[in-house]
T-cell receptor, first 115, second 113 residues
Framework: AQSVAQPEDQVNVAEGNPLTVKCTYSVSGNPYLFWYVQYPNRGLQFLLK??????LVKGSYGFEAEFNKSQTSFHLKKPSALVSDSALYFCAVRDIIMGSYIPTFGRGTSLIVHP | DAGITQSPRYKITETGRQVTLMCHQT?????MFWYRQDLGHGLRLIYY???????DKGEVPDGYVVSRSKTENFPLTLESATRSQTSVYFC????????????FGPGTRLTVL
């Protein structure tokens, strides 16, 4: 079975400070991992994904995520937060061995960036 | 327009009525999905489809019906709406392949009175 956890319902950070949104996963084999962002009254938008290769993945809007197999984590990061980054962030996982086309989503983390 | 669209964007209906939410994508993606988003529950999968005429249940299918006669369309029907089906509904699509990204529509906000 595949599962993903976002341990924080909300993350608060001051503009200009680095931000981290946490995600941990559980799969039978190796994972495909995704981050999506949802702005108010909008659908989810793809940010980045890890398939294989370099553990540091760079995505849209200056975001990056680090895949850590030993800690089964895929935390989303940005060096300097903007107020416009305030949104709901979702982590998702697919299990490669299971060949699942159906991702499992975390419950989402609300990121609030204060001016 | 290219992309994935949903209609209507907002809908108010009454308990017991039938409601159909439409989803249309222009990419010819194989896979299409319906999710509902509720506070405290994140995204929950209702139904998905691997291709035209192939559909399967997700996590919360009760009270919903889907069909997919054409690759580009994936309507979701609430046969007899209940207040517990008040939610925001998202349609998504993706190409076949487990590494592929999902693309989401803008959502339909449904209120059942």
């Amino acid at each position: 079975a595949q599962s993903v956890a976002q341990p924080e319902d909300q993350v608060n950070v001051a503009e200009g400070n680095p931000l981290t949104v946490k995600c941990t996963y559980s799969v039978s084999g190796n994972p495909y991992l995704f981050w999506y962002v949802q702005y108010p009254n909008r659908g989810l938008q793809f940010l980045l994904k890890y398939i294989t290769g370099d553990n540091l993945v760079k995505g849209s809007y200056g975001f990056e995520a680090e895949f850590n197999k030993s800690q089964t984590s895929f935390h989303l990061k940005k060096p300097s937060a903007l107020v416009s980054d305030s949104a709901l962030y979702f982590c998702a996982v697919r299990d490669i061995i299971m060949g699942s086309y159906i991702p499992t989503f975390g419950r989402g983390t609300s990121l609030i960036v204060h001016p | 327009d290219a992309g994935i669209t949903q209609s209507p964007r907002y809908k108010i209906t009454e308990t017991g009525r039938q409601v159909t939410l439409m989803c249309h994508q222009t990419w010819s993606h194989s896979y299409m999905f319906w999710y509902r988003q509720d506070l405290g529950h994140g995204l929950r999968l209702i139904y998905y489809s691997a291709a035209a005429d192939i559909t399967d249940k997700g996590e919360v299918p009760d009270g919903y019906v889907v069909s997919r006669s054409k690759t580009e369309n994936f309507p979701l029907t609430l046969e007899s709406a209940t207040r517990s089906q008040t939610s925001v509904y998202f349609c998504a699509s993706s190409e076949a392949g487990t590494a592929n990204t999902q693309y989401f529509g803008p959502g339909t906000r449904l209120t059942v009175l």
